[in-house]
């Protein structure tokens, strides 16, 4: 062990402290013109004991800016594309101690994450048109996004959903008479502030698309659990209804936490009972429901039993809405929230 994997060492050991992460910040800065190497070389064994424990490139990135700073974390956005530490301090125009001293700190963040359970890509059957509805449906969000007109971009999000619904329930068809698939997992961000209201809003366009969710509240992020077109379809629906909820809450008429909780809560409430009624009237409408309901069935089980084998031990959170201008309003925009 060279030396400054040795000072790093004793700051891991000393919880991060500032002395320790000097002394350490201290021998890097001094290696002369190795230092991006050995940089390098440490940074890679911690990320690479960090992948053993559970966590992807991804989750500590996030990680990195949600325990530290904006800094820190364009550190680790760095390290992950292969970036090397000098040229970290060139951009961010740090002396060499500096930037050690940020290396320094994520290391020790990085070094203190405990075990988790590990991601599982989910068992993909053999690829049919999956790849081109997907694509079909990325770029309808895409031109949604883009126009100026309300009346095209609210038809565009919903011929989106109507594509996502009856892929999903097309997979499903297919998945019952073809072996090899299988419910896997995803995790997505619940970032800061209120995270309890937005993990709640993740729950519920998962449930109304067959996965189930795991919400890990000390890390920032959700496991969502299921067969991969309805893991997409959540991951989009999510992003969007998201977005449309913060535009609303800056147009909204309070700043107050109480009236935003109650607003994103009433939000997520009101936009389960339109997903599921969605989904299910999209159901209702198929003529083949003597072979969908079976295989419907048969994933719902497969996603449950893979949740509790992955996350034996869970609890259940209960959220209550303290703002009854919030509430109100909060229904309101889900009302108008484009699916």
Known sequence: MDEF??????????????AE???AASVLAAGGDGWDAVAERTAGRVT???????????????????????RHQRLAEELERG???????RHERLDRFSAAGVLVELLCLYGRLPRITA???PRTAPAGEGSKVLGRIRALLAKAES???????EALSAKAQQLMARHSID????????????PGTRRIGVDRPYEGPKALLLDAVASANRCETVWSADFGFSTVVGHEPDLDAVELLYTSLLVQADHALHRGPSRRRDFRESFLIAYAARIRDRLTAAAGAEVAARDDTDALLPALAARDLAVRDTTRRLFPATTTSRLKGRDAQGWQEGETAADGARL
């Open 5 to 18: 994997e040795q000072a790093y060492a004793r700051a891991l050991g000393a919880g991060g402290g500032e």
């Open 83 to 89: 970036g090397a530490l000098g040229e970290f301090a």
């Open 147 to 153: 126009t100026g007109f309300p009346e095209e971009a």
């Open 48 to 70: 690479r004991e960090c992948a053993a424990r559970g966590w992807g490139a991804a989750d500590l990135v996030r990680m990195a800016g949600r325990e530290l700073t904006v």
């Open 119 to 121: 991601p599982t890509p």
């Open 21 to 23: 992460v000097d002394a």
């Open 171 to 182: 997979e499903a068809l297919l998945g019952a008479d073809r072996p090899g698939g299988g």
